[in-house]
């Protein structure tokens, strides 16, 4: 079965940093284009960024600048990185998997369970 488990989650003060990663397992992980999204309550889950299968990355204004994504094929792994994390930060994280990294959000094909990030100001 395919299974998408992020790690890292946590509480956090304004200004300070966290590493998520998404570990992922029953796909052939380096033919995925892989996205971070997050959501909170009472609003839509948005994108935060994505990394093709060709290693390309693209990222939410919101967020460019201080997350970065990286994957490690061999470990069928992809990584957010999050520097001088915001209040307006906190959410719930996601990982998702793609055939492309320019499908829209709802053509995601597999989503992790999430991981609660929380930033303190």
């Known amino acids: 079965q395919v299974q998408l488990v992020e790690f890292g989650g946590g509480l956090v003060q304004a200004g300070g940093s966290l590493s998520l990663s998404c570990e992922a397992s029953g796909l052939l992980f380096s033919t995925y284009a892989m996205g971070w999204f997050r959501q909170t309550p009472g609003k839509e889950r948005t994108k935060i960024g994505v990394?093709?299968?060709?290693?390309?990355?693209d990222y939410a204004d919101s967020v460019k600048g201080r997350f970065t994504i990286s994957r490690d094929n061999a470990k069928n792994t992809v990584y957010l990185q999050m520097n001088n994390l915001k209040p307006e930060d906190t959410a719930v994280y996601f990982c998702a998997a793609a055939s492309s990294m320019y499908k829209p959000m709802r053509e995601y094909d597999f989503w992790g369970q999430g991981t609660q990030v929380t930033v303190s100001s």
């Open positions: 990394i093709g299968w060709r290693g390309t990355t």
